[in-house]
């Protein structure tokens, strides 16, 4: 199971998810519900993650959805109705598990952008990092693990059964393995730190192993292309790592790198004013969440200046 702490009222957060699921098979959702239904799936991440599995537990009584029903006349006869309260009996008898006898169990995992650190989570015994703006679809059953990345970078330490795992158009699989992936743009970046992969390419498997970072096409083809990689040595896997625990550890990188990484995490957004600034190198480590420190320490090694507007913080000479 994939799970965070502290832990929640599950069985409120299970019950509200198993609502809108039935009255949204049930009808079509007003606007005013619509809106209520999405202020709460972002009001907490694992809201998405309970909804999700609701609607899993709710096809896999082998029903159709409403409007399949109406498209179909062979499945009118069993009412809407009767599957609404065995659905809600299921979910208050905690029958869950049940209802789903060797399907996988699916979760979503999603943050939202604001100052929020990359949240940790261990799911079926595998270390499991999601970062800001980040998400992944998880499935699972007694022998075999599946993570599809949807946006973001997620980290991942795999420590019982193989996983397969997948990023647009790239496919991999690995066991005993350590690695953090990336999807930006055009581009998908594996960061392997421990263990073998094997990428699934046109019917074969090619081995690729750590420490290595591979960067691949990230086009709608279904044979991605591997565009260049490069080994990690010493320090840099520490470096490339810092994030799981909400750090940033720069290592003479340009301001404006730097700066792209801690707008991430804060809704307040720091600006440079000149392309000279922009290319200033900075050292050091710092929190990612603690933007207004960082900028201080900006303004003491380089020597310019900062201006502190609201949601914003200006970089100038």
């Known amino acids: 199971m994939l799970y965070s702490s502290p832990v929640a009222d599950g069985k409120t957060r299970q019950t509200d998810a198993t609502h809108w699921v039935v009255l ?16 709460w799936l972002n009001a907490d991440a694992r809201n998405l993650g309970a909804y999700v599995q609701a609607k899993s537990v709710y096809q896999a009584l082998n029903y159709r959805t ?44 999603m943050r939202h952008r604001g100052r929020q ?6 799911w079926n015994g595998n270390r499991v990092t ?46 005993n393995t350590n690695f953090d992936i ?3 743009g055009e581009t998908i970046i594996l960061s392997l730190y421990a263990g073998t992969m094997n990428w ?7 081995a690729i192993t750590s420490p290595q970072v591979f960067h691949f096409s990230n086009s709608k083809s279904d044979s991605p292309e591997l565009i260049k990689s490069h080994p990690l040595t ?25 700066v792209e990484e801690f707008n991430q995490y804060s809704d307040t957004q720091c600006l440079i004013s000149s392309n000279s600034l922009n290319q200033r190198k900075i050292s050091g480590s710092f929190d990612l969440l603690k933007i207004k420190d960082f900028a201080q320490a900006v303004s003491f090694l380089l020597g310019c200046k900062t201006k502190y507007e609201k949601g914003k913080i200006l970089f100038y000479v």
């Open 24 to 39: 949204a098979d049930a009808r079509d959702l007003s606007p005013s519900e619509q809106q209520d239904l999405a202020a």
């Open 234 to 258: 010493g320090d840099a896997l520490l470096v490339q790592q810092a994030w799981r625990n909400g750090q940033i550890i720069l290592n003479n990188s340009t301001l404006q790198a730097a």
């Open 182 to 184: 990336k999807l930006q």
């Open 200 to 206: 699934l390419r046109e019917a074969q498997h090619h």
């Open 117 to 122: 650190a990359p949240q940790q989570y261990v």
């Open 130 to 175: 999601v970062d800001a703006r980040s998400g992944a679809y998880f499935s699972s059953s007694k022998t075999k693990n599946i993570m599809q990345v949807a946006d973001g970078r997620i980290g991942m330490e795999i420590r019982r059964n193989q996983t397969w795992i997948s990023a647009g158009a790239l496919k991999l699989v690995g066991k």
């Open 66 to 109: 409403t409007a399949q029903n109406e498209r179909s006349t062979a499945h009118r006869s069993t009412p809407a109705t009767t599957r609404r309260l065995f659905m809600g009996a299921a979910v208050a008898a905690g029958l869950v598990g049940l209802c789903m006898p060797e399907k996988m169990h699916d979760h979503f995992v």
